[in-house]
C-alpha cells in the first residue's frame, strides 16, 4: 500500500544509499516525458528534503530544459533484490554547472568522473513508497564503465564539443541552460 512522507527519513535514506541504480523523470510544460536511469554512484542525500545527484553527459539535456521550463522532477528507487520496495521522491530542481559558485563543494562530494556535466539539485517535496512486490529480482554485476572510457577518449575540448553539439538544446527545442 502505497505511504507518503514528508521527508527523507533514516529508514528511506539507508534505502536510497543502498541501491545501484535509480530513474529520473521530468516533463516540461508542452514536449515529451523524460525517463531516464543513473547510476555510477551518482547520487547524494544532503539532508531530510535535499538530495543531489551528479549528471553525466549524455546523448541529450532533457532534465535541464525540463528543470528551467517549469521545476518539476521525480526521482524513483526500486529494490531489485531483498525486500520489495519502490521509492519515489518528488520536488523541483536546478542545474549546478561548472564555474557556479556551488559548483566546487558539490563535486566534492562525488567521486572525480570524465564527463561530469552538472549537478542537479533537488528539493524534495514529498515521498511516497509503494510495496513493489510487481518488480523482478535483480542480481547487480557492476557498473558499466563504457561512459567513463568514452569521455576519457574524447578529453576535454572533444567533450566540451560535444556538450555544445548536443545538449544545448532539448529533443523539443526547449534551452538546456547549459554554458560553454
Not at 8 to 33: K, Y
Not at 133 to 141: D, R
Request: with cysteine.
Amino acid at each position: 500500500m502505497a505511504k507518503f512522507y514528508p521527508a527523507i527519513n533514516d529508514d528511506l535514506r539507508e534505502f536510497i544509499t543502498g541501491q545501484q541504480m535509480f530513474f529520473v523523470a521530468s516533463a516540461p510544460h508542452e514536449g515529451r516525458v523524460n525517463l531516464s536511469p543513473k547510476g555510477l554512484d551518482s547520487l547524494r542525500v544532503l539532508n531530510e528534503k535535499r538530495v543531489a545527484y551528479l549528471d553525466h553527459i549524455g546523448s541529450a539535456n532533457e532534465t535541464a530544459a525540463h528543470l528551467l521550463d517549469n521545476g518539476r522532477l521525480t526521482l524513483m528507487f526500486c529494490s531489485f533484490a531483498g525486500d520489495p520496495l519502490i521509492l519515489r521522491l518528488y520536488g523541483t530542481g536546478r542545474s549546478v554547472q561548472p564555474g557556479h559558485a556551488e559548483w566546487e563543494e558539490l563535486t566534492a562530494l562525488f567521486p572525480v568522473m570524465p564527463g561530469a556535466r552538472q549537478i542537479i539539485m533537488v528539493e524534495v517535496e514529498s515521498l511516497q513508497t509503494s510495496c513493489g512486490a510487481g518488480v523482478p529480482l535483480y542480481k547487480y554485476q557492476g557498473q558499466r564503465d563504457g561512459l567513463v572510457r568514452w569521455a576519457e577518449k574524447k578529453g576535454t575540448e572533444g567533450m566540451r564539443a560535444y556538450r555544445n553539439e548536443k545538449n544545448r538544446v532539448s529533443i523539443d527545442g526547449l534551452p538546456t541552460g547549459l554554458e560553454e
